[in-house]
C-alpha cells in the first residue's frame, strides 16, 4: 500500500451520507474525497483495507488516519480506502488494472473515474461505424452528453457497489448507488483479485 492519505489534510470531516452496506459507505467516503478535488480529475485507484483489522496490526497508523474505535463501534464490518500511486499517464486503463496484484491485507479495491455519458434516448443516434477515440470524440460534441464521476468500489468475495455523480447535480444527496451501476468496470477490478 502507498500514498496513504495525509493526516494533515482536509481538517473538516467528510459529509458522507450513511449507509447500510460498508462497501456504500466505503464508496461514497472515497465519492465524497474525490468531489473535494473537484472537476477534470485524473483517475484515482484505493485499496481497500479491513478497519478493525488496521485498528489491530497498525495501531499507529489507525491512529495517524482518525481511526480510532469509539464506545459504540460495534456495527459491523467497515472498510477504509488508501488511495494508491497515480495512476500512469497516457496509460490504458483496462491494461493497467491488468498489471496490479494486491497482498492478502487489501480486501478490495475502488476506482473513481469521470467520463461521458450519453442519455438511453440519444443511444439510436450513436454512429454504428465508430469506435474508441472517434466515439468518445463523437460523444464529447453531442448536444446530451452528461459528465459523471463513478466511483466502483469491490470486495474479494465478490461483492460490488458503484456511486455515480452527475457534474450538473454535484451534490452529495443526488449521488446514485447500486451494485450494478457500472458492471465493466466492477468485472476489471474484480479481476485484479484474480489469481
Not at 179 to 194: I, M, Q, R, S
Amino acid at each position: 500500500m502507498s500514498n496513504l492519505p495525509d493526516p494533515s489534510g482536509p481538517s473538516e470531516p467528510p459529509q458522507t451520507p450513511m449507509a447500510a452496506n460498508p462497501l456504500t459507505r466505503a464508496a461514497l467516503e472515497i465519492d465524497e474525497y474525490a468531489a473535494g478535488l473537484g472537476w477534470d480529475q485524473p483517475a484515482r485507484l484505493f485499496a481497500l483495507v479491513d478497519t478493525a483489522q488496521l485498528r489491530a496490526q497498525e495501531p499507529a497508523l489507525a491512529a495517524q488516519l482518525g481511526l480510532e474505535e469509539s464506545a459504540g463501534d460495534t456495527t459491523g464490518p467497515s472498510y477504509t480506502p488508501i488511495e494508491q500511486d497515480e495512476l500512469p499517464a497516457g496509460a490504458a486503463l483496462d491494461e493497467f488494472l491488468g498489471t496490479i496484484a494486491w497482498p492478502d491485507a487489501v480486501v478490495g479495491c475502488a476506482l473513481t473515474v469521470e467520463r461521458q455519458m450519453l442519455p438511453p434516448s440519444a443511444e439510436a443516434s450513436v454512429p454504428k461505424n465508430l469506435s474508441g477515440a472517434k466515439l468518445a470524440a463523437w460523444v464529447a460534441r453531442h448536444p446530451d452528453r452528461q459528465e459523471v464521476r463513478m466511483t466502483v468500489a469491490v470486495l474479494r468475495d465478490g461483492a460490488r457497489e458503484a456511486a455515480v455523480r452527475l457534474r450538473e447535480k454535484d451534490s452529495p444527496t443526488e449521488v446514485l448507488t447500486g451494485p450494478d451501476l457500472v458492471p465493466g468496470l466492477a468485472e476489471a477490478l474484480a479481476a485484479t483479485f484474480a489469481d
